[in-house]
């Protein structure tokens, strides 16, 4: 224990030390500069934390292992375990440097974190649960790469606060150190008490207004050094239920990423293009100050991580009820974050609008398909005609081959607007449809591809198999108005 305070005291001491001189000393050539959108700060700070936290981290151990007191020979024995745990993270720690420096796409990004968790892995940092035995080894592989990726690019996502990446980053590293320290795990105490000290110290330049922030070399160190110590927290579990307590001490940087993940999703965006959609940012539009946002987060990290230590002390017997009040408090909170996309989709789902949508679809799939298979323009027309009125149009207008049809029902309206599906040479489908009648846009819209693909289609077949003697043109008219109809009388002329 006394090992473990020792590592805690310098890593605390080194980190208030280190930081402000990295951050006079190269932080201006890493200068995070304000925007006037996403990022609140009105001057340029230096995003140099995570070399501060780095450095910090590593003289640590390089102090600790030159003290000759009796316990040094624990540090010697976890040499191995030390070495291998820089090694990979270093990786990590380096593309997030030169992101910071010269900037990386989130492609360039995945690659690096991608590439370091597969060290780590083969290094013998495993998400390893004994259900998995048997199964083909690159499925623990792709267990513990996306699990580490995930962790990492979480808090990555998370830094958009003073002091909230950190901040979140020290309450998850305390409750891995105290899930240690109650199973006897010396190896993993060792590793999580520096990092806990570095961000303590770190906090006190970082929290709000900040003086210098993590960058992606700290954002993205945190969270993958995170996901390894879960990884080992977890290790020879029975089942996965065994991983719901480091799932829980991370719950809320991962929720922010699924959050963030669906969001784009549904809206059709890229899934690593930058927004204020955050958790952060929707806490902000509550009236949340920064300050009360930040601790706000802290004080919920501080309940998943009460939660996630009793799922450990427990052994997991409670796991699936722990899960449930988990999953419900989450839908409640975001309920409460009133998430535009959600709220969309919710009602699509249990409005019936969703249903309606691929009602709709399939049904301009069948309509399509009869056009392509129309023999002539007659029935081309009779085709037409038949989909204006399924899909509520209140009349039709086909120009095509010199020929001219009209049809409008007897409940034609005198306000109507028009939509002109534009066919090659200069033909035409013209819809009518009631100002009163409710219409989708996206529907609308499939449907005026599915006329223009199908008649185009149509009369390119008419076309080849035209077999009326040259010069004959033959023009129909066919009208069908409101007050005609209604009188039970059709007019027709041919010219």
Request: net charge neutral; charged share 15%.
């Amino acid at each position: 224990m006394f090992l473990i305070l020792t590592l805690g005291a310098l890593s605390v001491v080194l980190a208030l030390i280190l930081t402000p001189i990295v951050r006079d000393g190269v932080g201006r050539f890493f200068l995070d500069h304000p925007d006037g959108g996403r990022k609140s700060h009105k001057t340029p700070v230096p995003r140099v934390g995570g070399i501060a936290i780095a450095l910090a981290y590593v003289a640590t151990f390089g102090i600790a292992f030159t003290l000759q007191f009796s316990y040094a020979y624990v540090l010697h024995k976890a040499l191995p375990s030390i070495l291998a745990l820089t090694l990979v993270g270093s990786v990590v720690f380096l593309t997030g440097v030169v992101d910071d420096l010269v900037g990386l796409t989130a492609w360039q990004k995945l690659i690096g974190l991608v590439g370091a968790s597969l060290l780590a892995y083969f290094a013998g940092i495993h998400v390893d649960i004994q259900m998995l035995h048997g199964l083909p080894p690159w499925l623990g592989c792709a267990i513990t790469v996306i699990w580490l990726v995930g962790c990492a690019n979480a808090f990555n996502l998370i830094d958009g606060m003073d002091g909230l990446a950190a901040g979140v980053g020290l309450v998850a590293t305390v409750t891995i150190l105290i899930a240690a320290l109650t199973q006897g795990n010396l190896p993993l105490a060792l590793a999580t008490m520096p990092l806990a000290g570095c961000l303590l110290g770190f906090l006190r330049y970082n929290f709000h207004r900040a003086s210098v922030f993590l960058g992606d070399s700290g954002s993205l160190l945190i969270g993958f050094l995170l996901g390894c110590y879960g990884a080992l927290w977890s290790e020879k579990s029975v089942t996965l239920v065994a991983l719901t307590a480091p799932l829980l001490a991370l719950s809320v940087p991962l929720l922010d990423v699924l959050l963030s993940i669906s969001r784009r999703f549904l809206r059709n965006r890229p899934i690593f293009q930058a927004d204020r959609g955050h958790i952060h940012h929707k806490l902000l539009e509550r009236g949340l100050s920064p300050r009360n946002a930040v601790l706000t987060i802290y004080g919920v990290c501080g309940l998943m991580a009460l939660l996630s230590l009793a799922a450990s002390a427990l052994h997991n017997q409670f796991s699936g009820l722990i899960v449930i009040v988990f999953c419900g408090a989450a839908c409640v909170g975001i309920r409460h974050l009133e998430y535009a996309e959600f709220v969309t989709a919710g009602r699509m789902f249990l409005g019936g609008k969703f249903r309606l949508i691929i009602d709709s679809e399939t049904r301009l799939m069948d309509f399509e398909k009869g056009l392509e298979h129309a023999g002539d323009v007659q029935e081309c027309w009779a085709k037409v005609l038949a989909g204006s009125r399924e899909f509520k149009f209140q009349g039709v207008r086909l120009n095509v081959d010199g020929q001219v049809f009209e049809n409008f029902g007897s409940q034609a309206s005198n306000r109507l607007w028009e939509l002109r599906v534009p066919l090659p040479d200069g033909q035409y489908v013209d819809f009518y449809r009631d100002f009163e009648t409710e219409t989708a846009p996206l529907i609308l819209s499939a449907f005026v591809g599915a006329v223009e693909r199908g008649v185009t289609g149509c009369l390119a077949r008419c076309i080849q198999a035209q077999a009326t003697p040259e010069g004959e043109v033959v023009r129909m008219r066919l009208y069908y108005t409101a007050r005609a109809a209604a009188a039970g009388s059709v007019k027709s002329g041919v010219s």
